[in-house]
C-alpha cells in the first residue's frame, strides 16, 4: 500500500470554478502536510504548509488537514487559467517526505 | 541567489555506464535531498543529508550512491545505469536540519537509459 493515495485527475474546470484536490494516507505519525504545484518541465513549488489538524487560508486557496481521517484537501477558489498545473500533496514526520502522484489541473479561459 | 542548480538538464545513457547529477545549492542550507519523478508514482526520495558529512537513505536508494562533504553541493551517482532508472531527478533543499516541508527544488535532470 502506498502511504500518499491522490486522485490523478486530469481535472478540466471552467475559468472561475472551486477546484477540490483531495489525498489520503496511511501513516498517522505524520505531522506537517503540503501543497506543492508544479508546472510542465519545471520543479515543483511550494504552495501551502500545514501542521497537524486544521484548515489554513492564503488568498484563493485553502488547506484542510483532517488527522483522524487521514485526509487532506486543497480548494481554489475563482480558478484562473494561470493555475493549470499539476497539484501535489506530501507529508513527512522529519526528513522523509512522500508524495501523492499529482493531480493535474486544467482551468479553461 | 540562483537557488539550486542541477546539472546536466538532459542526460543519454547506456545501461552499465556510470554518470554523477550534480547539484548545488547558494542559500546555506543544512538539508539536502534526492527524488526520481516517474508517471503515476509521484516524487520518491531517493537519498538525503541533514548536513555536511551526514547522509540517509530514502525510500528508493538501490543503484545510486551519494555523498555531501560541503554545504553547497550534493551529487546523485549512478554506478551501472539500468533502463528502470530513466526518470526525472530533483534535487531539493531546505533551511536547518530538521526539516518540516519547505523544500525548494532545482529544474530537474531527464535521464534515458537505453
Known amino acids: 500500500q502506498k502511504e500518499v493515495e491522490q486522485d490523478p485527475g486530469p481535472l478540466s474546470v471552467p475559468e472561475g470554478a472551486i477546484v477540490s484536490l483531495n489525498c489520503t494516507y496511511s501513516n498517522s505519525a505524520f505531522q506537517y502536510f503540503m501543497w506543492y504545484r508544479q508546472y510542465s518541465r519545471k520543479g515543483p513549488e511550494l504552495l501551502m504548509y500545514?501542521?497537524?489538524?486544521g484548515n489554513k487560508e492564503d488568498g484563493r486557496f485553502t488547506a484542510q488537514v483532517d488527522k483522524s481521517s487521514k485526509y487532506i484537501s486543497l480548494f481554489i477558489r475563482d480558478s484562473q487559467p494561470s493555475d493549470s498545473a499539476t497539484y501535489l500533496c506530501a507529508m513527512t514526520n522529519f526528513n522523509k517526505f512522500y508524495f501523492g502522484s499529482g493531480t493535474k489541473l486544467n482551468v479553461k479561459p | 541567489n540562483a537557488g539550486v542548480t542541477q546539472t546536466p538538464k538532459f542526460q543519454v545513457l547506456k545501461t552499465g555506464q556510470s554518470m554523477t547529477l550534480q547539484c548545488a545549492q547558494d542559500m546555506n542550507h543544512e538539508y539536502m535531498s534526492w527524488y526520481r519523478q516517474d508517471p503515476g508514482m509521484g516524487l520518491r526520495l531517493i537519498h538525503y543529508?541533514?548536513?555536511?558529512?551526514?547522509?540517509d537513505q530514502g525510500e528508493v536508494p538501490n543503484g545510486y550512491n551519494v555523498s555531501r562533504s560541503t554545504t553547497e553541493d550534493f551529487p546523485l551517482r549512478l554506478l551501472s545505469a539500468a533502463p528502470s532508472q530513466t526518470s526525472v531527478y530533483f534535487c531539493?533543499?531546505?533551511?536547518?536540519?530538521?526539516?518540516?516541508?519547505?523544500?525548494?527544488f532545482g529544474e530537474g535532470s531527464r535521464l534515458t537509459v537505453l
Open positions: 531539493a533543499s531546505s533551511p536547518g536540519q530538521l526539516n518540516t516541508g519547505e523544500l525548494f
Open positions: 500545514t501542521y497537524s489538524s
Open positions: 543529508s541533514v548536513g555536511a558529512g551526514i547522509t
